[in-house]
């Protein structure tokens, strides 16, 4: 029995292939007695062999399958994985499309399907009293307020709602009254913004993580504080 010149075998657990050399330069040399182990690597010597080659054995890395395997990287919102400059080590980002942060940033996109509009009152709305000097409350005066501050309020507070989806959507009514759900609001203490933690005391400014909160206050103060009539 003999190994042919390239041919590759396993011993002990490591691997070796058969190449055209002489004794002193086998792996089985000095480390192994060579004579127990004949019948695993068969004949080295050329006077022995059929080729007439005199051979060595030399040990070689292990042979490795490395299976295809897929995972999930996560994506913040309005951005995407840059395939070119991104290796396994390091995921690099780009914008999807423009990100929206702020009441402008929705300015000439399309409005969702399931947007309602108030048929002809929408021109009503947030109009208040001291600016078009009614005296006389009628049937229309229900679309307006009282001063401006409460005017302000409104027209803030519907922006607040256009801008909702784009911070992880609004807390359901379900997830309401789960408790166990965490729910991170904007609220005013005096003349402060706040952060505040609630279960299931509703708050219009409620976000599902702190990170959407922090960002949505971030982006839009001045709208916040004009919701919450604040000066």
């Known amino acids: 029995m003999e190994k042919k010149v390239g041919e590759e075998f396993e011993y002990n657990h490591k691997t070796f292939k058969t190449e055209i050399g002489f004794c002193n330069e086998c792996a089985f040399h000095e480390n192994m007695k060579c004579e127990k182990i004949i019948k695993v690597r068969g004949k080295c010597s050329g006077a022995e062999r059929n080729d007439k080659n005199s051979v060595k054995f030399t040990e070689i890395e292990h042979k490795k399958d490395y299976e295809r395997k897929s995972f999930q990287v996560p994506v ?88 909702m989806p784009f911070y992880g959507g609004v807390i359901t009514d379900e997830e309401w009254k789960n408790p166990n759900i965490g729910k991170y609001a904007i609220d005013r203490y005096g003349e402060k913004l706040c ?37």
């Open 76 to 163: 913040p919102e309005g951005w995407k994985i840059d395939k070119e400059k991104s290796t396994l080590e390091n995921i690099v980002y780009k914008r999807k499309t423009r990100l929206i942060e702020k009441w402008e940033d929705l300015i000439g996109k399309e409005k969702p399907k399931t947007q309602v509009w108030v048929e002809t009152y929408t021109s009503f709305i947030c109009r208040a009293i001291e600016d078009i000097g009614k005296t006389v409350i009628k049937d229309s005066s229900r679309f307006e307020f009282i001063d401006r501050k409460h005017a302000k309020s409104a027209l803030a507070m519907a922006q607040i709602s256009q801008l």
């Open 195 to 231: 952060k505040d933690k609630l279960k299931t005391r509703f708050e219009f400014l409620a976000f599902h993580t702190i990170e959407q909160r922090d960002s949505f206050l971030k982006c839009n103060e001045r709208l916040i504080k004009d919701y919450k009539m604040m000066e």
